[in-house]
Every structure is written in C-alpha cells, then in structure tokens.
C-alpha cells in the first residue's frame, strides 16, 4: 500500500470512530508501530487529525447535521455501544421510573433488562415492543413519528413528557462538544430530550467515542447536567466538566 494510500485510510478511520490508538492502526493496516506513528504525525502537521499519546482523535470541532437511519447506525461501533448499553442497563432498579430515548444503543440496552419491574416511558416505537416482549411494564409518548429512525418527536410528545417525573433518563446524542453540550441535528428531537432532561433526577447520555468532537445544529443539555457513558474518552477539557464514566 502506498504511504498516501495508507494515511487517507488512517484519516477515514480516524474520523469515523472519533479516535484510533498507534497498537489499533498498526494492526489495521499490517505494519509497523513507527511507521503508524509518523503517519499520525504527518497528519497531524498537515491539520487534518490531533496527534495525541498513543494515538490520534479527531479535530477539537467537526460539524455534522446528517443522520443516518436506524439501519446505518447498527452498523457502526456496535461493540462499543453493546459495552455502553450493559453498563447502563445494569443502573437501573426496580423501583425505578425510567425514559428511554429513542436510538440504537438505548434499544440495545433493553437486551439487558428482561424481568426488570422498573417501568419505562420511550418516544422509540421499536423500544416500546421490545420492552413489552422481554416482559417490561411499558408507556410511549404520543406525538409526530420520524420515519428514519422510528422515534416519536415534536412539540405534542414534548407536552406529553411535562407530567412525568423520571428518576432515570437514558438520551442519545449526534455530538458531544466542552463548549456546545450535547448536540443534535433535529431541532424537533432537540426540545424532547431537552425536556426528557428536566424531568429526570439522574440523565446519562450515551455516546461511543466517534460522538466526541462533533456539534450538530441543536444542543439539547450542556454536559455539565449530565452523566456520559462511553467506551472512551480522551477529551480532558470534557473530563474536567462533568461526571464520564468509561466502560472500556
């Protein structure tokens, strides 16, 4: 493989998962640690990644206002976000009162929550019949449903979440930035996991580490208010501001 080959690969890489370490790349890529180190350091002085101990992360900001569907999302980082699902599910008590966001790793959590006699409230349609099949005591919101990605959304299901008080949010994110929150591209989905939020006592947001660095259209919470699960995080200015909790 050519030298330019092999860093615009490293690039692709890089910027898909968010963070790749030196051991991770070489063994992609079948050569040697040294090698991938100046790789890493080429890109980094052509301003194209960070350079950091033992790796490379995305740049601190990278705009991003698509989604994918439900179909896309499942297949990337599924380990990472099984990881992040278990832990999450493993929060949860039975006296719990529980809003489930719609989105791929909070559905995956639900594999974890057979026999649960929490109860849970969800804006995801596919959530909703998983949890009654694994046995769970289930409520969906009503309002405008978001084809893509099976998620009920808008102004009417964010009425419909006000006279809830939960003790447990579980939210997804687009992007996870110090200065901009927790980021999404849709301003409707914003306003209900902006109030999904206010009406938890405790919120975890779920972000794998491809999520960090990346600022979508709407914050819907600073990051400050929450807890993020990932798999992992090499952000310091973000560790220094809220609670992260790495399941790697």
């Not at 910027?15 to 991938?36: M, Q, W």
């Not at 493993?90 to 929550?113: C, K, P, S």
């Not at 901009?180 to 301003?187: A, F, K, L, V």
Request: aromatic share 6%; proline share 1%.
């Amino acid at each position: 493989m050519l030298t330019q080959e092999r860093r615009q690969r490293i690039l692709d890489l890089v910027l898909h998962k968010g963070s790749a370490s030196v051991t991770e790349l070489s063994r992609e890529f079948d050569t040697s640690e040294s090698i991938i180190r100046r790789d890493l350091v080429a890109l980094s002085n052509l301003g194209k990644l960070n350079k950091v101990h033992g790796g490379a992360t995305v740049l601190s900001q990278e705009f991003v206002n698509n989604e994918d569907n439900n179909e896309e999302k499942f297949l990337k980082n599924i380990d990472e976000k099984t990881l992040i699902a278990k832990y999450c599910a493993e929060q949860i008590n039975d006296d719990d009162f529980v809003f489930l966001d719609a989105g791929t790793t909070t559905y995956l959590m639900i594999d974890y929550l057979k026999g649960s006699k929490a109860t849970f409230v969800t804006n995801g349609i596919s959530h909703c019949k998983k949890l009654a099949q694994v046995g769970c005591k289930a409520f969906i919101v009503g309002g405008e449903v978001k084809a893509t990605t099976d998620a009920i959304i808008g102004l009417a299901a964010a009425k419909n979440l006000q006279k809830y008080n939960f003790s447990k949010a579980f939210i997804g994110t687009n992007g996870v930035s110090e200065k901009q929150g927790c980021t999404t591209p849709d301003t409707d989905e914003a306003m209900l996991k902006a109030v999904a939020v206010e009406k938890s006592f405790v919120t975890y947001v779920l972000a794998d580490s491809s999520k960090f660095g990346k600022v979508s259209a709407v914050t819907f919470v600073p990051i400050d208010e929450v807890c993020i699960v990932c798999d992992k995080c090499e952000d310091e200015a973000i560790k220094e501001r809220t609670v992260i909790k790495e399941v790697v």
